[in-house]
């Protein structure tokens, strides 16, 4: 299967922007996708981007691929303290998901 | 609207008894259905999934068994559970290649 790969924490102050990164081996995924994780909840899909494209933004949430380098990152605007969760990094080949381990964001007020 | 059952939310289950896990799909036709697994510390890790009934693929070999009587029930099981079996299970749909729904969950504990 398919490594996908974080780290597993970062921390960053109320009103900073958070940058998560997340690499990956299988160059034939087809989506990438970046999900949040609040305590004790399931997973809640964040956003997603197609392998042809290089950036995606939504709101606070700003998603860069670089193919090249098999790298992705999730760029959080302004982060508030809601903000604070697992975020995991996926990839898709045919029908199955891959994961990475998860980035635990804290944000201090 | 569609949405996915997963039940129970918690299970404290002793050494060598056997496990159910149910998960169900309201609000689309002939999802692919997953079974996932989170260690503490760890990541997700894919257990099984299914494209259609009776249709089972194990990404693993391990202790699990997993079942599709219908188009949108999807069950995991053990015979004998081992201390290694805690973790959080989640269910998941999706349909074509767009992402998932993800179930709450289900924490379970061997003890």
């Known amino acids: 299967g398919e490594d996908v790969e974080q780290s597993l924490f970062l921390s960053v102050r109320e009103g900073d922007s958070s940058v998560i990164n997340c690499t990956y081996t299988?160059?034939?995924?087809?989506?990438l996708y970046w999900y949040k994780q609040e305590p004790g909840a399931g997973l809640q899909l964040l956003t997603y981007?197609?392998?042809?494209?290089d950036m995606k933004q939504d709101q606070r949430l700003t998603v860069l691929l670089n193919k090249k380098d098999k790298h992705l990152s999730l760029r959080i605007a302004d982060t508030q303290t809601g903000d604070s969760a697992i975020y995991f990094c996926?990839?898709?080949?045919?029908?199955?998901?891959?994961f990475g381990s998860g980035t635990k964001l804290n944000v201090k007020p | 609207s569609q949405t996915i059952h997963q039940w129970p939310a918690t299970l404290v289950q002793p050494v060598g008894s056997p496990l159910s896990l149910e998960c169900t799909v309201e609000?689309?036709?002939?999802?692919?259905l997953y079974w996932y697994r989170q260690a503490a510390g760890r990541g997700l890790q894919l257990l099984f999934y299914?494209?259609?009934?009776?249709?089972i693929s194990s990404e693993v070999p391990q202790n699990l068994s997993a079942s599709r009587p219908q188009d949108r029930q999807f069950i995991l099981s053990s015979k004998k559970l081992l201390l290694s079996d805690s973790g959080f299970y989640l269910c998941?749909?999706?349909?074509?290649?767009?992402?998932?729904?993800f179930g709450s969950g289900t924490r379970l504990t061997v003890v």
């Open positions: 998941a749909w999706s349909v074509g290649g767009y992402g998932y729904t």
């Open positions: 299914s494209v259609g009934i009776g249709q």
């Open positions: 609000g689309t036709s002939n999802p692919n």
């Open positions: 299988d160059s034939s995924s087809t989506y």
């Open positions: 996926a990839g898709s080949n045919f029908n199955k998901f891959y």
């Open positions: 981007i197609f392998s042809n494209m």
